[in-house]
């Protein structure tokens, strides 16, 4: 059962220091996307990519984040530096990015914590 | 662009009796509908579809429906069971767009 795999699972940190969360998409999968939930809101969409180039990075800070995709099975996410504001789980998802069918398979999260 | 508007926030219903959850969308170039549940702690995942061509679609308790008119489509769970407790969103997309605009989330609970 194939699976998107993210690590760190749990992550806690200092103000100011840089992280970096990984995810693996699912082998064969084109699309993938990086999403940020809070207790008080929903599924906001950073950035997504499709054949490893970035799509769309509209909801990401970006004076403070990154996104790339260095190889089709490692996509990367970066915070630099990290304020207490970006505490978060942080969710990867990748699809076959065969429209109009656009399922969405969800990584376990990374949950941040910055101090 | 799309937006999508999800309603209730909450949802509270005995266990047995029926939920449903509502969702609109602007974009009428719209045409797919998927619906994710999200446990406590979990990850979202896919519990039912449905294509624009399509105006109603069951899995066992589940159903959603579309009202391609009026732009909204549901999410209709019958005979609740305490597993079915958990946060529902609704998503819609252009299907040439690989992205999914999301509604906010419903949290269902069933009460014993």
């Known amino acids: 059962d194939a699976r998107v795999t993210q690590t760190p699972r749990h992550k806690v940190t200092e103000m100011g220091q840089e992280v970096t969360m990984r995810c693996q998409p699912i082998l064969g999968h084109n699309t993938v996307f990086w999403y940020r939930q809070t207790m008080m809101q929903g599924l906001e969409l950073l950035a997504y990519?499709?054949?490893?180039?970035?799509?769309?990075d509209s909801g990401m800070p970006k004076d403070r984040f990154s996104a790339e995709m260095p190889d089709a099975t490692l996509a990367t996410l970066k915070i630099q530096p990290s304020e207490p504001r970006d505490s978060a789980v942080y969710f990867c998802a990748s699809g076959t990015g065969l429209a109009p069918y656009n399922e969405q398979f969800f990584g376990p999260g990374t949950r941040l914590t910055v101090l | 662009g799309e937006n999508v508007e999800q309603h209730p926030s909450t949802l509270s219903v005995q266990e047995g009796d029926s939920a449903v959850i509502k969702c609109t969308y602007s974009?009428?170039?719209?045409?797919?509908f998927p619906w994710y549940k999200q446990e406590l702690g979990k990850r979202p995942q896919l519990i039912i579809d449905?294509?624009?061509n399509v105006g109603e679609k069951k899995d066992q308790r589940i159903a959603v429906t579309l009202n391609k008119t009026a732009k909204h489509f549901s999410l209709h769970i019958t005979e609740t069971q305490p597993e079915d407790s958990a946060v529902y969103f609704c998503a819609a997309s252009m299907g040439s767009n690989y992205q999914l605009i999301w509604g906010a989330g419903t949290k269902l609970i069933i009460k014993p």
């Open positions: 990519f499709r054949n490893r180039a970035p799509l769309d």
């Open positions: 449905i294509r624009s």
């Open positions: 974009d009428s170039a719209s045409n797919y």
